[in-house]
């Protein structure tokens, strides 16, 4: 059960703080609880957690094909592995192993790539994933999870801690709007809707949520009545959501923060092509490079701000 | 050799410069190969700074991309672009982001920044010349706890199987990377003795002292039937006054910390040019 904020703020401390605590109490619980990184564990806050737990926080180095084939045999024997390092080396730089020693191999790991697309910043192109969830979304087997904000992402962390498979995470290091109030909980692969409205459907996830929001509100000042929706598990993805929304209301705007190729909206317009052909656009990263900049720069830059929600929004109702 | 000194401390000011308009950065591993970047652009390598694409330069892939701000002052400096292009370092649209980007920074010959991919590229880059019988020389910067990857010696392998002798490459010996000492993180050991085992033509040299690294690069040309590979035993952020600390990867600083460095290089500089 979730509960939204009654208005959106910043939460007052970053998401690596909320990792590293919940990391800590579950390897407080739970024995089996191992945590590897490819020397990025200052990066994520992580430092404390290896002092506290010198034999389940393992430092690679800089080595992510092998920390990933680590992990898989290490699951073998009974522990829990979470593995860490930016997004483009959790996903790219490990495809394979991921494939064969996760996937095909029926091992257990949850991998968390930090970074996500446009939260990069400054990092840039080499470091910015717009592509971790579409390259992870072709393997069978492998469950994708896009957290909303912190709230979520520390409950989702407690579930998989218990669950067989492969699970990918795409998580902000960084500071990010609240938008679920403290205590709510999520089921995986069930999508929520935020707001219920009839013109037009707005599926969104990760902090594109937050700019929906605003969208939706904008909106509502024009006299438009949008649903939103949050899709934060991509794989397996709730088909009869997003069926039945769309029934409702016959337009589907999709707003991610990833390569609108094989990312949220590819997902969602397969559903819909095969179910219920409605008009449709993905909103999102066109296809192109990261680079550096702030988020709003890049926001901007790749057509994702919440202004241009607005106004996708409008020209797909006009179309229907 | 003093005024490769200069040179040398002169990248370490025009580093810093770069990553004050930015508030900060990779100041560890900039500031300990600010030696052989001097080496390098002002005595070793081949180029035409009004010509970057020139096809019959050497060329350098910084395989440690993280660590471009150094290379982009060290490019600056040589004019292959204006001082003042250092202060867009990672402002929007800027030709000098974060890590080094062939396609946007004239000067840089290969895009890095996924570590242990530059040696590979730069192998290539060797093997390329070869088959072109082209005698020009490939060059290439490693962190130490870039040796981590795999990928590295994969490429080390292929390099002296295919007994690439115009590729010399230096492993930026800082004995750190991001968490802490490689060490503890992921133990390389002998890092020369292992690269002669993968069959390069090894040497290890005081990374910041000029004179003996020239000589390493002559003796690796000297070597007809190996690639080579040159040790550099350096400090982590060699030589600039705030980052004397135990976590001095990635440091933020401001005006004061940036003002107290520039006086210390300022004043070594000063040194060296009356002994020049
Ligand atoms: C494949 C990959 N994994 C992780 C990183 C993140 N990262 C950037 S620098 C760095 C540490 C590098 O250490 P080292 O090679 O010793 O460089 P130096 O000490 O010279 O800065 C890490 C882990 C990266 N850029 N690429
Ligand atoms: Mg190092």
Redesign the interface.
Same mark, same amino acid.
């Given at each position: 059960m979730f509960k939204l904020v009654k208005k959106i703020l910043p939460e007052p401390f970053e998401a690596k703080t909320a990792f590293s605590k919940t990391m800590d109490e579950m390897a407080s619980a739970d024995e089996n609880v191992i945590y590897l990184?490819?020397?990025?564990?200052? %990066?994520i806050d992580m $430092?404390e957690f290896a002092k506290k737990f010198p034999t389940r926080a393992i430092?690679?180095?800089?080595?992510e094909?092998?920390m990933i084939g680590v992990a898989c045999g290490a699951s073998l024997i009974g522990l829990k592995p979470f593995t860490h390092t930016f997004g483009?080396?959790a996903t790219r730089?490990v495809i394979d192993q991921i494939y064969i020693s996760g996937a095909y191999g029926k091992t257990n790991i949850k991998m968390i790539g930090s970074d996500a697309g446009v939260t990069a910043m !400054?990092?840039?192109? $080499?470091?910015m994933p717009v592509e971790d969830m579409g390259l992870l979304r072709t393997i069978p087997d492998v469950t994708l999870l896009e957290p909303t904000d912190s709230v979520m992402m520390c409950d989702l962390l407690r579930q998989i801690k218990d669950l067989d498979g492969v699970y990918y995470m795409r998580v902000t290091r960084k500071v990010t709007d609240q938008i679920f109030e403290e205590g709510s909980t999520f089921e995986i692969g069930k999508a929520l809707t935020l707001k219920e409205g009839s013109d037009i459907t707005i599926i969104t996830s990760g902090c594109c949520t937050s700019d929906v929001l605003h969208a939706h509100e904008e909106l509502a000042t024009q006299g438009i009545n949008a649903e939103v929706i949050n899709i934060f598990t991509w794989k397996p993805i709730d088909a009869e959501a997003i069926i039945n929304s769309a029934k409702k209301t016959n337009a589907v705007l999709i707003v991610e923060n990833h390569n609108i190729i094989n990312g949220l909206g590819s997902a969602v317009c397969e559903i819909l092509s095969e179910n219920i052909p409605v008009i449709s656009k993905r909103l999102g990263v066109p296809d192109r490079f990261g680079?550096?900049? %702030?988020m709003e !720069?890049l926001k901007e830059t790749f057509g994702m701000s919440i202004a241009d929600i607005v106004t996708a929004a409008k020209e797909l109702i006009n179309k229907k | 050799m003093d005024n490769l000194n200069v040179f040398s401390a002169d990248i370490r000011k025009h580093t810093l410069r770069a990553l004050l308009a930015f508030g900060g950065g990779h100041v560890g591993g900039c500031m300990s190969m600010t030696e052989v970047l001097a080496v390098l652009y002002g005595e070793v390598m081949k180029i035409d700074p009004t010509n970057p694409s020139w096809e019959d330069r050497d060329m350098l892939v910084v395989s440690k991309g993280h660590c471009g701000p150094a290379v982009y002052a060290t490019l600056a400096l040589k004019g292959y672009f204006p001082v003042e292009t250092l202060d867009t370092l990672n402002k929007e649209g800027t030709i000098l982001p974060s890590h080094c980007d062939k396609n946007l920074t004239p000067g840089i010959d290969m895009t890095t920044g996924s570590l242990g991919q530059g040696i590979s590229c730069a192998v290539g880059l060797a093997l390329g010349l070869s088959i072109k019988n082209k005698d020009n020389y490939v060059y290439c910067i490693l962190g130490d706890g870039e040796c981590d990857e795999g990928q590295v010696w994969e490429a080390a392998l292929f390099a002296s199987t295919k007994k690439l002798s115009n590729l010399i490459v230096f492993v930026d010996w800082n004995k750190k990377q991001l968490d802490g000492f490689t060490s503890d993180i992921c133990d390389l050991g002998d890092v020369e003795k292992k690269f002669e085992d993968f069959g390069f033509f090894a040497q290890t040299v005081d990374g910041h002292n000029v004179t003996e690294i020239i000589s390493a690069i002559d003796k690796a040309k000297n070597t007809t039937d190996k690639p080579s590979l040159i040790v550099l035993d350096t400090v982590k952020g060699k030589d600039c006054t705030f980052a004397n600390i135990p976590q001095n990867h990635l440091i933020r600083f401001g005006t004061a910390e940036y003002d107290d460095a520039i006086a210390f290089l300022d004043d070594k500089i000063s040194k060296l040019e009356s002994e020049l």
């Open positions: 990184d490819c020397d990025l564990m200052a %990066s $430092t430092n690679c180095g800089i080595q094909a092998n483009p080396f730089r !400054y990092n840039g192109g $080499t470091h680079e550096v900049g %702030s !720069y | -």
